[in-house]
């Protein structure tokens, strides 16, 4: 892992405001392009009270976010980057009780777009919840 950028360090100051703390998301491990997130069950987290599942926004807010994070990873450093396209393909719900864990790859890297791929699965990859791909724009602060 780079010097320039700590995913747990980030996850521990982004837990502690806004989206962050609503979600509760929470640091597991990171490589050199790579990000682990977990999304603990909570029933605020829950589309329909009747079922426990946990409703696909807190699923995707969690891809987002850990997909963003490899990105940083993959930069070695905090940059200004722009979710340009996200998709989840869903393949089983996220049942009541069930942290959700999504590990997300920033497998491609150029000068303006960084692409990443992700699994979200409740602790066994091979019964995944939703795969995931997306593309980020890398922003110019300066214009």
């Known amino acids: 892992m780079s010097d320039g950028f700590d995913p ?5 100051l982004a ?8 979600l509760g998301l929470e640091y597991q491990a990171s490589g050199v392009d790579w990000v682990e997130l977990a999304l603990p069950w909570r029933s605020e987290l829950v589309s329909l009270p009747e079922t426990g599942i946990m409703a696909t926004g807190a699923i ?4 987002d976010t850990c997909s963003g994070t490899a990105v940083w990873t993959r930069l070695g450093g905090f940059k200004p980057i722009v979710t340009l396209d996200l998709r989840l393909d869903y393949l089983r719900p996220a ?5 959700v864990i999504a590990r997300c790859e920033c497998y491609k890297l150029t000068r303006k777009v960084a692409f990443v791929r992700g699994v979200a699965h409740g602790g066994d990859e091979a019964r995944a919840v939703a795969h995931s791909v997306a593309t980020f724009m890398i922003t110019d602060p300066a214009g």
């Open 8 to 12: 747990e360090r980030f996850f521990q």
């Open 15 to 22: 837990r502690s405001v806004g989206h962050g703390r609503a």
């Open 60 to 63: 995707v807010s969690l891809v």
């Open 95 to 99: 049942v009541a009780g069930e942290t």
